[in-house]
């Protein structure tokens, strides 16, 4: 089995972020976490990916991004994009604020982090 390497999104590694397993969904744009209003895409697709950029890269200075991509060499020997994780503070995601409210016991201080989005590319 071939090794892993692990590195934080970064404005160029933005785009190689995997896409999920539903078909036309794209992590660069989908928001659900960052909203409460239920959808998961916006509207315009080049303004909901500088957003989700900038919320991705919004931790970099206190703990790095919010998001990091695994990688793994191709057959050719190339390095590509095989998973991908979301995380950061709950304050960074309200739709995740839920579980501040079932775990009453949570510290405030450190702030807790969720995992909120997690995929691995098939095959």
């Keep these: 089995m071939a090794e892993l390497e692990f590195a934080l999104v970064d404005a160029a590694r933005f785009p190689e972020i995997p896409a999920p397993a ?23 697709a080049a303004a909901a990916g ?12 206190l703990a790095g991004a919010y998001g ?15 998973g991908w ?15 501040r409210d079932r775990y009453p016991n949570l510290p405030d201080s450190p702030a807790p982090w969720v995992v909120t989005c997690l995929q691995v590319v098939p095959g």
């Design 85 to 99: 994780a979301q995380f950061g503070p709950l304050s960074a995601y309200p739709r995740a604020q839920v579980i």
């Design 68 to 82: 990091m991509l695994a990688y793994r060499a191709d057959a050719a020997g190339e390095r590509v994009a095989v």
């Design 22 to 44: 539903r078909a036309g969904a794209r992590c660069q744009t989908c928001d659900y976490w960052e909203r409460l209003d239920g959808s998961r895409e916006a509207e315009d």
């Design 50 to 61: 500088g957003l989700k950029l900038s919320r991705l890269l919004a931790g970099e200075r």
